[in-house]
């Protein structure tokens, strides 16, 4: 199984010092998910700021999952540079199936990222087509890069699987245009993540859902810019007093897909602002 340098680096942690970045357990982040009766959780957080890698659940932070529909950023991003989708304003015609309101309508890409919608998706995948998709995943080394099932299936089928570190890795890569691609395509990418822009932060975040054998994985990946004003010295290239400081995220976890008992939907995104909080990444 391959690896990935943070996953190398949280293994590393009991054997030697990691190098490139520090690393920090945190076992009370474990109380955002257990007071909402959640026992298979993980969250991993970079701070590129201070090089410092914080987690809570080690174990499942290098386990691997299917990424239902976090893969949208990496499938805009393939679409994008293979001129499937000239930019985010590509319109896909809905073909009059109803499914979901929000859905059943022609959408442009950033349209479609924002409602989520898998048949735009599905439809994007189709025109990738499978050669050029493995490329893709090869080339970026998506987690396991398998490929299995129908080209419009293979990241809800559970043969693509990969973990909260990797995804943390991914965002981090394409926020400082380090993938294998065009900086325009990383870039365009980036602005169809953002949900909340204030004064103090920017909060950027793709979610997912996915079932699994009775279970219901659910997946927000994402990054948040700290907003921080700074005395700039006189004669600086930077005419701004604003920075803008990064901060990149992951988290999952399960459920029994029959437990109703919350909006889990909603429930992920309270625990990732509650977390993000706990960090001073968010205000509280």
Known sequence: MRISVISFCLIAIFISSCKDVRIKEHKEWGKHFEDKGIKNACFILRDNNHETVHYYNRQRCLERFLPASTFKIFNSMVALETAVAADDQLTIKWDGVSRRPEWDKDLTMRDAFKASCLPYYQEIA???????????????????????????????????????????????????AELPLSERTQRI?????????????????KTGTGEVNGKTIY????????????????GSMNKSDFRNYPYFFAQNFDMPSSDTSKDWMKTRIEIMKDILRDYDVLPK
């Open 219 to 234: 997946w927000i990946v994402g990054f948040a810019e700290k907003v921080m004003k700074v005395k700039e010295p006189e």
């Open 126 to 176: 189709r025109r990738i087509g499978a050669p050029r998709m493995q490329h893709f995943l090869d080339t970026m080394k998506y987690g396991n890069m398998q490929m299995g099932g129908k080209i419009d299936e293979f990241w809800l089928n559970n043969t693509l699987q990969i973990s909260a570190d990797e995804e943390m890795g991914l965002l981090k890569r394409m926020y400082f």
């Open 189 to 205: 990418v980036k602005t169809m993540m953002l949900q909340e822009s204030t004064p103090a932060y920017n909060l950027y975040y």
